[in-house]
């Protein structure tokens, strides 16, 4: 089909469609406004100051923003640099005519992070045009995530011309029970570059030409409008191929079936898009449903959480006798006497005592299997969130002390100091095997950074330990980030330490040391973006592979930018804890 005869075929369809409402979204009304100067930040989230962007070259700025890769970056990472992107700040100096080339790479990592209402009002307030972005689009399909279709069908850009808007006109005739303008716009929808056979198989099966109906999809407000209207059932790939505001959008939505959004809230919560109190009731839901099998780790964890005590057997004093005291219970004829010890055969007593385990051991075992078996930092993040109310829960003792350094872990990922103390305090360093010796002092080393004073343990003890048992060359290598974490957090460090440091020589990457001057340079200047953006483009979603000085400058510049929060997030994904952690003890 010629664009003339697009273009009049959808003009046909507009009028058919039209709705009372305005002919496309608004735009922001922010035109007389900066785009420099506009804050996307939430109230929560704390800006940089103005000086954000002030003081850098902006076509440094774009070179700079250019050499990160936001796919590969961490959980942490990225939140960092969206906060950046987000915040409001004075223009730089230089700003120019490479100003909007800087706004189009601010809106393209904008939309790559997730952010993508952020991306949409910055787009149209920097007056940006890039392929693929349009602000009314982006705008609309938030819409359609949240369910709102009658609303977007009301203000779409009737006369809109490509992929979505096509799309669109096609579900709102569906929606409005208008079949044949539905088959044409799908006819239409089919015919546009990029154009997926999925949408039109779906439209036709609402339509009732197709028996068969594919899979739902979810990875756009589009799919899931479609998904919705046409009442499809999801399969495996739906979920995995799901946006994480959508998938935390459907873990919400309390009338979609329980198991899709268990599957969804397990993306969106490493995405950290989900509360874990929604997390865990999800969880809790399916544990209470008649016939409930667990069927991995995660639900067996909680199935055994779910589990009540068993109840304590009551105690009479009964009045004494000349023979003595009078069991009441002996008069029932189906009565049998209490079976001792002394009437067992020993092997038969022994192997009873060891089978026997506690409710508490029997939970901390199950909530540490869960922890342990995860794949990535983030997922091993999201998992914690998730258990920490049950970390408070479990008691710590010796029943449970075997899952100490996993919880600890698991507790010190989630901020809770003191429940990293809970878990620290139940383990008698004394007793430990060399290996664990280790660990512990490791644990303990890193709750000092992220709890400040720690009772009565000095860092030369901890460091001494780390030093002395740290013969393999993952314990040293863990060793020297710890002490490379110290120095960068503005932690005493003990000489010993300071010792490994200067003799280490672990093969580590190394950043340029022109590109490192530029950062702390640039931090002392009072550039912070420059040096934020400086900084990413060297971890490069893998902190943990930087030499111990290099790790230890970064640290130290997001510090004094008054980012100790994202410094702290950094070196936790540095320390790779989860690693260490997840091995058994012993």
């Given at each position: 089909m010629?664009?003339?005869?697009?273009?009049?075929?959808?003009?046909?369809?507009?009028?058919?469609?039209?709705?009372?409402?305005?002919?496309q979204i608004e735009s922001s009304g922010l035109g007389d406004v900066s785009a420099w100067g506009v804050s996307y930040l939430d109230r929560s989230e704390e800006d940089f100051g103005r000086g954000l962007w002030t003081g850098s070259d902006i076509g440094y700025l774009l070179d700079l923003m250019e050499g990160i890769d936001v796919t590969s970056l961490s959980l942490p990472e990225k939140q960092l640099l969206s906060r950046a992107l987000r915040a409001p700040s004075s223009a730089p100096d230089t700003a120019g005519s490479e100003?909007?080339?800087?706004?189009?790479?601010?809106?393209?990592?904008?939309?790559?992070?997730?952010?993508?209402?952020?991306?949409?009002?910055?787009?149209?307030?920097?007056?940006?045009?890039?392929?693929?972005?349009?602000?009314?689009?982006?705008?609309?399909?938030?819409?359609?995530?949240?369910?709102?279709?009658e609303v977007v069908c009301a203000q779409m850009n009737t006369s809109g011309e490509g992929r979505f808007w096509s799309e669109l006109r096609a579900i709102c005739a569906?929606?409005?029970?208008?079949?044949?303008?539905?088959?044409?716009?799908?006819?239409?929808?089919?015919?546009?570059?990029?154009?997926?056979?999925?949408?039109?198989?779906?439209?036709?099966?609402?339509?009732?030409?197709?028996?068969?109906?594919p899979a739902a999809r979810y990875g756009s407000g589009i799919e899931l409008a479609l998904s919705d209207l046409a009442e499809l059932e999801p399969d495996e790939d739906s979920i995995s191929e799901a946006r994480p505001d959508i998938a935390a959008r459907i873990a919400r939505n309390d009338e979609r079936p329980l198991n899709l959004r268990l599957a969804a809230a397990g993306i969106a919560a490493r995405a950290d898009m989900l509360s874990p109190d929604t997390h865990r009731e999800l969880y809790r839901a399916q544990v209470s449903e008649a016939g409930f099998e667990p069927s991995n780790d995660i639900e067996?964890?909680?199935?055994?959480?779910?589990?009540?005590?068993?109840?304590?057997?009551?105690?009479?004093?009964?009045?004494?006798r000349a023979n003595g005291p009078v069991d009441l219970r002996s008069s029932r004829e189906d009565w049998i006497g209490p079976v001792r010890p002394g009437d067992l055969d020993e092997n038969v007593s022994e192997a009873g005592r060891d089978d026997e385990i506690s409710l508490a051991e029997e939970q901390s075992l199950a909530v540490s299997q869960a922890l342990r078996t995860v794949e990535s930092h983030d997922e091993f993040a999201a998992r914690a969130r998730l258990f920490e109310a049950a970390l408070e829960e479990i008691p710590a003792d010796d029943d449970t002390a075997g899952s100490a350094f996993?919880?600890?872990?698991?507790?010190?990922?989630?901020?809770?100091?003191?429940?990293?103390?809970?878990?620290?305090?139940?383990?008698?360093?004394?007793?430990?095997?060399?290996?664990?010796?280790?660990?512990?002092?490791l644990l303990e080393g890193y709750a000092s950074v992220f709890g400040g004073e720690r009772r009565d343990v000095e860092p030369d003890e901890f460091a001494g330990t780390l030093i002395e048992m740290g013969v393999e060359p993952a314990q040293e290598?863990?060793?020297?980030?710890?002490?490379?974490?110290?120095?960068?957090?503005?932690?005493?460090?003990?000489?010993?330490?300071?010792?490994?440091?200067?003799?280490?020589?672990r093969g580590a990457r190394r950043i340029d040391a022109g590109m490192l001057a530029a950062i702390e340079a640039a931090?002392?200047?009072?550039?912070?973006?420059?040096?934020?953006?400086?900084?990413?483009?060297?971890?490069?979603?893998?902190?943990?592979?930087?030499?111990?000085?290099?790790?230890?400058?970064?640290?130290?510049s997001l510090q004094r930018m008054d980012a100790l929060r994202d410094a702290k997030a950094l070196a936790l994904e540095a320390a790779g804890l989860w690693r260490l952690a997840a091995q058994p003890a012993g």
């Open positions: 010629s664009f003339s005869a697009r273009t009049w075929t959808a003009g046909i369809i507009a009028t058919a469609l039209c709705l009372p409402g305005a002919a100003d909007k080339a800087f706004q189009a790479a601010r809106v393209e990592a904008l939309l790559a992070l997730g952010e993508r209402r952020a991306a949409a009002s910055l787009a149209d307030q920097a007056n940006v045009s890039l392929d693929g972005v349009n602000p009314d689009i982006i705008l609309s399909d938030e819409r359609l995530v949240e369910g709102e279709r569906l929606e409005a029970s208008r079949d044949g303008v539905a088959e044409l716009a799908i006819e239409i929808a089919g015919q546009q570059e990029g154009a997926s056979p999925w949408f039109g198989n779906v439209g036709f099966a609402v339509l009732g030409e197709q028996e068969e109906k067996a964890a909680f199935a055994v959480l779910a589990k009540e005590p068993e109840p304590e057997m009551l105690e009479y004093d009964l009045p004494s996993i919880f600890a872990a698991a507790a010190m990922e989630t901020g809770n100091i003191s429940l990293t103390d809970k878990w620290l305090d139940v383990t008698d360093p004394e007793a430990l095997e060399e290996a664990d010796r280790f660990r512990f002092a290598a863990a060793a020297l980030t710890l002490f490379s974490v110290w120095a960068g957090l503005d932690m005493p460090v003990p000489a010993s330490a300071r010792a490994a440091l200067a003799r280490s020589d931090e002392r200047n009072g550039a912070t973006g420059e040096a934020l953006l400086g900084i990413l483009s060297q971890t490069n979603g893998a902190p943990g592979e930087l030499s111990g000085a290099d790790l230890s400058t970064l640290l130290w």
